[in-house]
């Protein structure tokens, strides 16, 4: 997995050790004394919320030329700001950038940063703006971007998935219900299973990304601002989709923080039920399936050990990310309007569940394309468990045997070939006749888990052609 340094921000900052008088705080005036520094520690966020720093340099820019906009910045003023603020972005990127816990967060340590370049025209770009609404914004901007990271990640393992069908279109298996034997199904049919899961995450962040997607800048503290500011022109400089409607609301609105956690648990919850699935498949008593060794690892004390560990953590790290939703829940219960500092809070749940979804969606691809179906293992054992039950049970309710008494007879014919030790198309016509008389010899065409497999034909189904029709679908929205 390659690390997004940008998005990694470099090393922690350096704790202050003595109580800093030192550093001034640009909401110091009202204040006689200096931050106890055991204050700044507990109080700072710079060395997680760091991590939003492109975030917070593109609010200021695009806020620094509106406020040029409306003539509380000259154009010179703007140009000063924009161009202070792209050297510092760089060296944030480059891991020059001094971070300093008593400048509490990345807000105040953008800001700090410009005011000692630009002195008084620095002073200006917090106009009409308070960190309550600047930081609702960064993280409604970091929401999107992470979005679309993940979309991106997505739609790369459902293309696994569907690459896999083309390659495994012959192969049959069984199909569970209670992890019991119940219907032959094409192992394609399983693939498409999943790529149905994740795309409706995939639509899932894409209506929490359009509820994000609406500017709280311009709230300011929560009451808005009586600076005459185009809160519009923001918008569309940041390309959000609309602006907030109340200051109030907006200054305090963490919802689509909650719905972005929640839906990144439910893609886990999609990832642990497939790694628990094929953790299963993946042991001697399954025999399904070969693991790419270059996504296992082994075992300090047996050596023989192959262990599935990469699908062990996915399932796994779920129960943090779900964690970190009740996290966020818990954390917004009972808050009053608007802003309250409980607030802050909000981001490391956030950035752990995506910094882990992310992770595990890039190992599930390769794992996914690199594993190998142990096609001669699942076809020698294919035949136990009776699973052509139902669709002999389906033959019968064609030729107008209602479906109780169907079921009946065919649970009968069931106790007869296990009683024998044999399979259902074992049987000889005459234990057929003696379940339903009509019975010829065209009740083999629907016996063996193959024709089972091929006498299926409704929509959704495992039959071949359904299944090849899906295929044809999920490929002809990626060309
Ligand atoms: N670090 C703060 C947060 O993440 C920024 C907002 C602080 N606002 C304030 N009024 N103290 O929530």
Same mark, same amino acid.
């Not at 006689?32 to 492109?54: G, I, K, M, N």
């Not at 609105?253 to 999609?270: G, Q, S």
């Not at 628990?276 to 050990?305: D, H, R, Y």
């Given at each position: 997995?390659?690390?997004?340094?940008?998005?990694?921000?470099?090393?922690?900052? *350096?704790?202050?050790?003595?109580?800093?008088?030192?550093?001034?705080?640009?909401?110091?005036?009202?204040?006689?004394?200096?931050?106890?520094?055991?204050?700044?520690?507990?109080?700072?966020?710079?060395?997680? +919320?760091?991590?939003?720093?492109?975030?917070?340099?593109?609010?200021?820019?695009?806020?620094?030329?509106?406020?040029?906009?409306? $003539?509380?910045?000259?154009?010179?003023?703007?140009?000063?700001?924009?161009?202070?603020?792209?050297?510092?972005?760089? *060296?944030?990127?480059?891991?020059?950038?001094?971070?300093?816990? *008593?400048?509490?967060?990345?807000?105040?340590?953008?800001?700090?940063?410009?005011?000692?370049?630009?002195?008084?025209?620095?002073?200006?770009?917090?106009?009409?703006?308070?960190?309550?609404?600047?930081?609702?914004?960064?993280?409604?901007?970091?929401?999107?971007?992470?979005?679309?990271?993940?979309?991106?990640?997505?739609?790369?393992?459902?293309?696994?998935?569907?690459?896999?069908?083309?390659?495994?279109? +012959?192969?049959?298996?069984?199909?569970?219900?209670?992890?019991?034997?119940?219907?032959?199904?094409?192992?394609?049919?399983?693939?498409?299973?999943?790529?149905?899961?994740?795309?409706?995450?995939?639509?899932?962040?894409?209506?929490?990304?359009?509820?994000?997607?609406?500017?709280?800048? $311009?709230?300011?503290?929560?009451?808005?601002?009586?600076?005459?500011?185009?809160?519009?022109?923001?918008?569309?400089?940041?390309?959000?989709?609309?602006?907030?409607?109340?200051?109030?609301?907006?200054?305090?609105?963490?919802?689509?923080?909650?719905?972005?956690?929640?839906?990144?648990?439910?893609?886990?919850?999609?990832?642990?039920?497939?790694?628990?699935?094929?953790?299963?498949?993946?042991?001697?008593?399954?025999?399904?399936?070969?693991?790419?060794?270059?996504?296992?690892?082994?075992?300090?004390?047996?050596?023989?050990?192959?262990?599935?560990?990469?699908?062990?953590?996915?399932?796994?790290?779920?129960?943090?990310?779900?964690?970190?939703?009740?996290?966020?829940?818990?954390?917004?219960?009972?808050?009053?309007?608007?802003?309250?500092?409980?607030?802050?809070? =909000?981001?490391?749940?956030?950035? =752990?569940?995506?910094?882990?979804?992310?992770?595990?969606?890039?190992?599930?691809?390769?794992?996914?394309?690199?594993?190998?179906?142990?096609?001669?293992?699942?076809?020698?054992?294919?035949?136990?468990?009776?699973?052509?039950?139902?669709?002999?049970?389906?033959?019968?309710?064609?030729? $107008?045997?209602?479906?109780?008494?169907?079921?009946?007879?065919?649970?009968?014919?069931?106790?007869?070939?296990?009683?024998? $030790?044999?399979?259902?198309?074992?049987?000889?016509?005459?234990?057929?006749?003696?379940?339903?008389?009509?019975?010829?010899?065209?009740?083999?065409?629907?016996?063996?888990?193959?024709?089972?497999?091929?006498?299926?034909?409704?929509?959704?189904?495992?039959?071949?052609?359904?299944?090849?029709?899906?295929?044809?679908?999920?490929?002809?929205?990626?060309?």
């Amino acid at each position: 997995m390659a690390k997004d340094r940008s998005q990694q921000g470099p090393s922690r900052p *350096e704790a202050a050790k003595t109580t800093s008088g030192g550093t001034k705080k640009p909401w110091g005036g009202v204040f006689d004394q200096a931050t106890d520094h055991r204050v700044e520690e507990f109080t700072e966020s710079v060395s997680f +919320d760091r991590r939003l720093f492109a975030q917070d340099i593109e609010g200021s820019v695009a806020h620094a030329q509106m406020l040029a906009q409306v $003539g509380l910045l000259t154009a010179d003023e703007c140009l000063q700001i924009v161009q202070t603020l792209g050297e510092i972005r760089q *060296e944030i990127e480059q891991g020059r950038f001094p971070f300093r816990t *008593e400048l509490e967060d990345i807000h105040m340590h953008v800001e700090h940063a410009l005011i000692e370049r630009l002195g008084d025209v620095g002073r200006k770009l917090h106009t009409a703006r308070s960190r309550n609404d600047q930081v609702a914004t960064d993280l409604r901007l970091w929401v999107r971007w992470a979005i679309d990271q993940l979309d991106e990640r997505l739609t790369a393992l459902q293309r696994a998935w569907v690459d896999r069908c083309d390659r495994d279109m +012959d192969v049959i298996v069984p199909g569970y219900t209670h992890t019991q034997r119940a219907q032959p199904v094409l192992a394609a049919h399983y693939w498409l299973a999943y790529c149905e899961k994740f795309e409706r995450d995939r639509l899932r962040l894409a209506d929490c990304r359009r509820r994000a997607n609406q500017l709280p800048l $311009g709230a300011a503290a929560l009451a808005g601002t009586s600076l005459p500011i185009d809160r519009q022109d923001v918008a569309k400089r940041l390309g959000f989709e609309g602006v907030a409607a109340n200051s109030l609301d907006a200054a305090s609105d963490r919802d689509f923080a909650v719905e972005f956690a929640f839906v990144m648990a439910l893609i886990a919850e999609h990832l642990s039920t497939w790694a628990e699935e094929w953790i299963l498949w993946s042991t001697v008593e399954f025999n399904f399936l070969k693991l790419p060794q270059a996504f296992c690892t082994g075992s300090s004390i047996m050596p023989q050990k192959i262990n599935p560990d990469v699908l062990e953590l996915i399932r796994g790290k779920t129960a943090r990310v779900i964690g970190h939703l009740q996290s966020l829940l818990v954390l917004v219960k009972g808050l009053p309007l608007a802003y309250n500092r409980d607030l802050q809070e =909000d981001k490391e749940p956030l950035l =752990d569940s995506f910094d882990t979804v992310r992770a595990s969606l890039e190992l599930a691809a390769p794992l996914v394309a690199g594993a190998e179906l142990n096609r001669a293992a699942i076809a020698e054992r294919l035949d136990r468990g009776h699973l052509d039950a139902t669709t002999l049970m389906e033959h019968l309710i064609r030729r $107008g045997v209602p479906q109780r008494t169907a079921h009946g007879l065919v649970g009968r014919l069931v106790r007869k070939a296990l009683d024998r $030790g044999v399979r259902l198309s074992d049987l000889p016509l005459e234990d057929f006749r003696e379940a339903d008389p009509g019975l010829d010899a065209s009740v083999y065409d629907v016996l063996g888990p193959e024709r089972a497999v091929a006498a299926m034909v409704s929509y959704g189904s495992t039959a071949p052609g359904q299944v090849r029709e899906q295929v044809r679908r999920w490929k002809q929205r990626w060309q």
